[in-house]
């Protein structure tokens, strides 16, 4: 495919590496040029417009841009961006850029994207080949998706990322993602704040070990990231904050406690509750062959989309997708 990048920072950067070693032709526009003679060299075009790159008739172009710009650039790609492009974004949270496609007038040709990658690094400098390696992405299917399109993004994903992604809608999307990533880096900062304040970081930080690394290395993200992030998605990401205040002062009241036999039970409780969880990790970490399976699609309608949405609930990814069957990898799941 000749697909374009919109955005060469960390994850465009990655994207378009990753593309360019697939063997696809990739075409790239930054709003600042300063990437473009260490791109050109690692074999991305770039070009001095976005008006130039949807010029261009990419068969995709993948919107890398934060999502504080994407709206001026589906003003700009309104006006010039083709029928023939497919257009997809690689954003954290997907309600709001939806509503800017619909807004602009290109929902037709769009189908959401965000892959499960990252690191606490930015710009193109700190873009890396491997980033993608085995990361899973979600796409994001409405009720007026078009097939299609959703094809095109799915084979970006499998053929050209050599990826593996599960399908889901955009208000379910956002709530996963504050789960497992919003809710994350509040915490993880709230940990490095604590930390601060503390009379003893010194000696803390000259003992911290694997469980703090692990903890807070996302604190190491730049702060206007992380609460661009946060902005994105508040009213998710303010749900979860509270609900694990709720759950650490519950801990908190039962620690506070005398120490009777009655307060062993419910924090041995408070611990158990994971085990689900851990069981999954653990299947995960030890590699145990997971389950194929091939499901015949219903194309001729929009039956597809749930029963995709339904696999993706299930625990299943799609590692690869033809014009009517998809080819499942069923991994360990908590229910």
């Not at 954290?92 to 800017?100: A, F, N, T, Y």
């Not at 690094?121 to 491997?130: E, I, L, M, P, T």
Request: glycine residues 6%.
């Amino acid at each position: 495919m000749k697909v374009g990048i919109a955005g060469l920072g960390l994850i465009g950067g990655s994207l378009a590496l990753k593309l360019v070693k697939s063997g696809h032709n990739v075409i790239a526009w930054n709003h600042r040029f300063e990437p473009y003679d260490s791109a050109r060299k690692q074999g991305i075009v770039c070009v001095n417009s976005l008006e130039e790159l949807a010029g261009l008739e990419p068969d995709i172009l993948v919107l890398c841009t934060p999502l504080k710009a994407m709206d001026s650039i589906l003003e700009t790609l309104e006006r010039v961006l083709l029928p023939h492009t497919t257009l997809t974004d690689v954003g954290s949270v997907k309600r709001e850029v939806l509503s800017s496609v619909t807004k602009h007038h290109l929902r037709q040709q769009f189908v959401g994207a965000h892959p499960m990658t990252g690191n606490e690094n930015a710009s193109f400098a700190a873009a890396d080949v491997h980033l993608f390696d085995a990361a899973t992405w979600a796409v994001t299917v409405e009720g007026d998706t078009d097939f299609s399109r959703f094809l095109i993004v799915a084979r970006l994903i499998t053929d050209g990322a050599q990826n593996r992604f599960i399908v889901t809608d955009a208000h379910a999307h956002d709530l996963a993602a504050a789960q497992i990533s919003h809710m994350p880096h509040v915490v993880a900062t709230v940990l490095a704040n604590q930390l601060v304040e503390s009379s003893e970081s010194n000696v803390a930080v000259a003992l911290a070990a694997g469980s703090w690394r692990d903890m807070t290395r996302v604190a190491m993200t730049s702060p206007d990231r992380t609460q661009a992030m946060v902005e994105e998605n508040p009213d998710n990401v303010a749900i979860l904050v509270r609900d694990i205040a709720r759950r650490l002062n519950e801990v908190a009241d039962i620690l506070d406690g005398d120490n009777s036999a009655d307060k062993l039970v419910p924090l041995k409780r408070f611990f158990a509750e994971a085990e689900p969880y851990r069981r999954v990790r653990m299947e995960l970490s030890k590699g145990i062959p997971a389950g194929m399976y091939s499901v015949h699609l219903d194309t001729d309608d929009d039956t597809w989309k749930a029963q995709l949405i339904q696999i993706s609930q299930k625990g299943g990814r799609v590692e690869y997708i033809d014009a009517q069957e998809a080819h499942i990898r069923d991994f360990a799941h908590i229910r």
